[in-house]
């Protein structure tokens, strides 16, 4: 095998361009097999292999530093600076990250998993350089789908300024996640149609400099291009047109649903994870398809996650928006058409809805416009540190305005839903749950604001168990009376705000009150109640997530960090007492 000889980049250089060309394909072997059994990023690093070899062929690593934007694009870069045992060791597989991290290794410089970052890292990149007086190349490498992004467009006005090196390699696949959309790529397709040659150019408006290559996978004619660019003595795009899976046809073809996937069988192409036919994101597809009959002013609105819309999208064609990435856009955008009647329901994903805070606060809660927003993926899970859904609470629950609910079940959820769309009075945030629980009768819900739900009464002790967490609040409480506890057993369902009412009741004949809540404590929603009872005779012991970056970490660990087991939780209920 070729990879044998090449354990660092110094080792890829002594290779002839027919061992580079070996070397492309067994690495795309190598990743296949290796992806198909861990699951991870698929299509997007089968796609970059050839330009990856390339560039590290021509580049001095780690002296000439590469940023690659979300990173779901470097495993090829893993396997060639010295992290190949990663790959071919099924028994190291879980050693090295699906993302650049510099705690890796020093050809890393970030770590990074979220999109339109590298130009922006670059250009910090080329300044530390230069106010340093060293010489070296800094190479930003990002996906066409990336540049939809608001901070990708920053970074690039921000380069075309530069007046010394930096090189902008734009991988073009004509792919995001899902489909891309938006003015960037129509001209980014006539730059493919006439081999970079049309009269538009979006990079060139901008003051950058230009070449393109209209095939990123001859390691031959990449080497060339970047052999001239190299040490280049002002801004550059290096535009390179792939193929997003390319070297699994199945890929080629089925792009969306190849970008990331769970570990899946090579021959039948099927998912080894596979989910429930009903989950949440079905039950919200169906809800809205539904609902958007009755009331032609529903549109949902995504920033390049359409899986979130996976049916609605394809029944609803005209009433559904990817705005790409960029969630900023999204919540504007949505607060726009809220404020002229229209019932905007954007859905995005917990670590993603980070980036859009100015505009949930400035944008959307100032101006008081009653858009709906899902918040999925969220919650204290086993993923990588960029991706962790742990922070929506404290973030979103504290903005004046908007009103946070957390359901329990499937039918509150559906309520949840109609409570949002029917009413005009303020933005409605839904954390949408990850596991689907089904109440045992389809109760009514009255939704007065901030008015928690009292499901069992009890005395001593009070369980506020808030969304998803609500079922370990109800086994604690069940358990509980094992030892002649009859506690008491609260549903909040708001998260930005708090029954007083209630909470002072229980405040009578309640010794302990514990919080259980699926995101990080500081800032959440147990603090809330915590400092209601700040100067009453009561014990508030609140549960959650630490204020930390957890990566890769397994769930029954967490949880017994956290003390998020019912038997711990019991413990120091006793304690307490």
């Known amino acids: 095998m070729i990879l044998d000889k090449v354990n660092n980049t110094l080792d890829l250089k002594k290779l002839t361009k027919e061992e580079l060309k070996g070397l492309s394909s067994e690495i795309k072997d190598i990743l296949i097999k290796k992806v198909s059994k861990t699951g991870g990023h698929f299509a997007p690093n089968l796609g970059v292999v050839e330009l990856t070899i390339a560039m590290h062929y021509v580049f001095n690593s780690p002296v000439d530093k590469i940023v690659y934007d979300v990173s779901h694009q470097c495993y090829t870069h893993k396997i060639l600076t010295g992290r190949k045992h990663g790959f071919l060791d099924e028994n190291k597989y879980s050693e090295i990250s699906g993302y650049t991290t510099q705690h890796e290794s020093e050809h890393d410089f970030f770590i990074v998993g979220h999109t339109s970052t590298s130009i922006s890292l670059a250009c910090g990149l080329c300044e530390a350089r230069d106010i340093k007086k060293e010489k070296s190349n800094i190479i930003a490498f990002i996906g066409d789908g990336s540049l939809s992004g608001g901070l990708a467009y920053e970074g690039l006005n921000n380069a075309s300024e530069y007046g010394k090196n930096l090189i902008i390699v734009v991988n073009d696949n004509d792919m995001s996640i899902g489909e891309t959309s938006g003015g960037l790529y129509k001209n980014l397709k006539k730059l493919r149609e006439t081999k970079g040659n049309c009269e538009d150019n979006f990079f060139k408006a901008l003051g950058l400099d230009y070449v393109y290559v209209d095939d990123g996978h001859d390691i031959e004619n ?161 993923i990588d540190a960029t991706h962790i859904g742990v922070f929506d609470i404290p973030m979103i629950s504290n903005i004046p305005n908007i009103v946070y609910l957390c359901p329990t079940t499937k039918n509150e959820y559906l309520k949840m839903l109609d409570f949002a769309i029917n009413q005009n009075e303020r933005p409605i945030v839904i954390r949408v749950p990850s596991d689907v629980v089904e109440d045992s009768i389809d109760k009514e819900y009255d939704f007065t604001l901030n008015t928690f739900e009292k499901i069992e009464k009890g005395k001593d002790v009070a369980i506020l168990g808030l969304g998803s967490f609500f079922g370990l609040a109800k086994e604690v409480c069940e358990k509980l009376k094992e030892d002649n506890i009859n506690s008491t057993l609260i549903n909040p369902r708001f998260v930005s705000g708090i029954d007083e009412s209630m909470l002072e009741d229980v405040s009578k004949n309640h010794k302990v009150v514990v919080t259980l809540e699926d995101g990080v404590i500081d800032g959440g929603f147990g603090e809330k109640i915590s400092r209601f009872y700040s100067d009453k005779n009561i014990k508030v012991l609140n549960y959650g997530a630490k204020k930390e970056f957890t990566d890769r970490v397994s769930i029954d660990e967490l949880y017994n960090r956290y003390r998020l087991k019912s038997d711990l939780i019991i413990d120091d209920i006793k304690r307490n007492l």
């Open 222 to 382: 990449l080497i060339e291009v970047f052999s001239k660019v190299k040490d280049i003595d002002h801004p550059i795009v290096v535009h390179v047109k792939t193929i997003k899976g390319n070297g699994y046809k199945y890929a080629e073809d089925h792009k969306e649903d190849f970008h990331y996937v769970m570990p899946f069988d090579l021959e039948t192409k099927k998912s080894l994870c596979p989910q429930s036919k009903e989950n949440y994101i079905s039950i919200t597809n169906d809800y809205l398809i539904q609902k958007s009959k009755e009331n032609e002013n529903i549109v949902g609105i995504t920033a390049g996650t359409p899986a979130l819309f996976d049916t609605f999208r394809k029944v609803r064609k005209e009433k559904f928006i990817d705005v790409g990435i960029a969630e900023e856009h999204a919540i504007t955008l949505s607060s726009a058409m809220a404020s002229q009647g229209i019932k905007p329901v954007v859905a995005l994903g917990s670590s993603f809805i980070q980036r859009s805070y100015d505009q949930l606060s400035h944008d959307l809660a100032l101006n008081n416009n009653p858009a709906v927003i899902l918040i999925f993926r969220s919650g204290i899970s086993s």
